[in-house]
């Protein structure tokens, strides 16, 4: 979209309206596609009137007013002759013309928690879901979607258009799943933005260690579906561990955007404001009661880290301990390799070399970058440099972000015999 | 980013706003948090229950409230998370403000913000921070 001031302000407008627009729509049309592109038409008319015109007074109202006028247009002249179209557009005619303020409060939680749940339904891959939550949660552009997954805006868009034909074919109702379906498509919704909140906080490629601009889209998210879902512990637990992490966004990069690690960071850096609210939403998700999920105990070990004042001062027991539980919860190698480093940070690097040796054959691990590097650490711990260089080399060789290859580099070119690297 | 309202220069002491005002005001709030922006907020009371130190000569003076020459007094603020200006800007044009008031919008200092030199002067700003948020950690 262009820079322009008006511009500038729709794009804002945009993001704090979207979602609910396409949310009340969808209600209304009973299609998550069509309002979809109901939204976008009147995203259009916007950006065709307003630099002229001004930014209305109720913004939202009007571009909900003239996404459903486009919405009406469609039942009217689309010759959909059917009786079940027929009804919708007799409903829309009758109850959506006096107050559009008061239907929009009213309804609009439970639209939004519905958008949310239908755009991350199981029937979608997962890289569908996070580009489609992406679209039609965050208000993010299609061009801006592709940006942050680092694929082309065709591939975005066709994922797109995909996924919304998928929901149509299968017919995926608009709704909040309940009883025992709450639990699994909750987990869905979850997974999609932690996936999100990820691919910022850690991009998986490219030049840049992060895009936090994601991370934000991710936290907002969080945010909202917490208060829309406030007795589910799980999203009190996944906000904690987003807010936890977030607060380490401007420590976790130096001056030239080189990557530094949690035990290397200033922690004076880390954004107090996040640490303090990922702290109260953990006592949220704890206080709920129940056994610890996934999400809330990550938190809490994120939490131990968030409460050392300086890195000697981290309880790496406690540490342990959550990893115990979690290994339980979700059995992987890749919380096998986390729960290493605690050990040998609680009880010294053997201990945690023996547990990394015992996973290293797991097939999940082979090609993961973090084994060699946790695996180089301990060696350079133990004092045995030569093998822990050839491990930072190994573990280079494997990552594409390229600014983690230059860290590892970096670290296996100073345990070069007979050489020191002036930093 | 935080926003700012202001125009609360002639409070009583111990003026308490309207009800009708605060329900809508509260209302307000309730929308910036299930938008996902508001970080943080607070009310302040009058400025005529405050006091002003002022600095002149190499001497600070202290005047107590209510103050006659006051202006664009602030009333409170709100932290939100947003993507831009604009965006802020958005927020604060929904806000229920009585007639005649303003809100001033103005984005948070990053510690990279500064220069080198000006962040070494501030070197010990994060650790007292860090040390304010552990202290307040109750509110």
Not at chain 1, 240 to 248: G, P
Not at chain 1, 264 to 273: C, G, I, S
Not at chain 2, 90 to 113: C, H, K, S, T
Request: net charge negative; charged share 25%; with cysteine.
């Amino acid at each position: 979209m262009a820079a322009s001031a008006p511009h500038r302000t729709i794009d804002a407008v945009w993001r704090i309206e979207s979602a609910k627009i396409v949310a009340g729509l969808a209600r209304m049309t009973r299609d998550v596609g069509l309002a979809e592109e109901l939204a976008q038409e009147a995203l259009v008319a916007a950006l065709e009137k307003w630099p002229a015109s001004g930014v209305p007074d109720n913004p939202g109202a009007w571009l909900m007013a003239a996404a459903k006028n486009r919405a009406l247009d469609h039942f009217r002249h689309a010759k959909l002759v059917d009786a079940k179209h027929q009804e919708i557009g007799r409903e829309m005619e009758e109850g959506f013309t006096p107050d559009l303020d008061a239907a929009l409060d009213d309804d609009i939680g439970d639209d939004l928690l519905r958008l949310i749940f239908t755009a991350c339904h199981p029937v979608l891959s997962t890289e569908a879901r996070a580009a489609l939550t992406l679209k039609l949660l965050c208000g993010l552009a299609t061009d801006e979607i592709a940006r942050a997954f680092l694929v082309s805006e065709p591939t975005i868009a066709q994922r797109i258009v995909r996924a919304k034909r998928t929901l149509a074919e299968a017919r995926v109702p608009f709704e909040v799943p309940r009883g025992a379906d709450l639990a699994a498509r909750l987990s869905s919704v979850l997974e999609v933005i932690y996936l999100v909140f990820n691919e910022g906080y850690s991009a998986t490629a490219g030049d840049d260690w992060m895009r936090p601009a994601l991370c934000d889209d991710a936290l907002r998210l969080g945010r909202i579906l917490a208060g829309l879902a406030p007795d589910e512990p799980e999203v009190h637990g996944l906000v904690a561990l987003m807010e936890i992490q977030a607060s380490r966004l401007h420590a976790r990069t130096g001056p030239s955007g080189e990557p530094i690690l949690l035990m290397d960071q200033d922690r004076a850096r880390w954004d107090h404001l996040l640490v303090q609210r990922g702290l109260a939403a953990l006592e949220r998700a704890e206080k709920l009661g129940g056994a610890l999920g996934a999400y809330t105990l990550q938190a809490a070990i994120a939490a131990c880290h968030a409460r050392a004042p300086t890195p000697a001062d981290t309880d790496w027991k406690r540490i342990v301990a959550l990893y115990d539980g979690l290994a339980q919860l979700m059995p992987s190698p890749i919380v096998e390799l986390n729960r290493a480093v605690a050990v040998s940070m609680a009880y010294g690097p053997e201990e945690g070399l023996a547990l990394v040796d015992a996973i290293a054959a797991e097939p999940v691990l082979r090609g993961y970058h973090l084994l060699p590097s946790v695996r180089a650490d301990f060696l350079l711990k133990l004092g045995r440099l030569d093998e822990a260089r050839g491990e930072f080399e190994r573990a280079a060789s494997l990552t594409r972000n390229t600014r983690e290859i230059r860290l590892l580099l970096d670290r296996a070119a100073a345990l070069h015999p007979g050489l020191r690297v002036v930093k | 980013m935080i926003v700012i309202p202001k125009g609360y220069e002639k409070a009583k002491p111990g003026a308490m706003p309207d009800a009708k005002i605060v329900a809508e005001m509260s209302k307000y709030n309730e929308s910036l948090q299930k938008a996902g922006v508001l970080l943080s907020m607070e009310g302040l009371h009058p400025p005529s229950m405050g006091a002003r130190v002022s600095f002149s000569g190499g001497k600070p003076r202290v005047i107590d409230g209510p103050f006659t020459e006051a202006k664009e007094v602030i009333g409170g603020f709100w932290i939100i998370q947003v993507k831009s200006k604009e965006e802020a800007v958005e927020w604060a044009r929904r806000a229920p403000m009585p007639d005649g008031q303003l809100i001033e919008i103005r984005r948070v200092q990053e510690f990279e913000d500064f220069p080198e030199d000006v962040q070494k002067a501030a070197s010990n700003e994060p650790a007292l921070r860090e040390r304010l948020a552990k202290q307040g950690k109750k509110g």
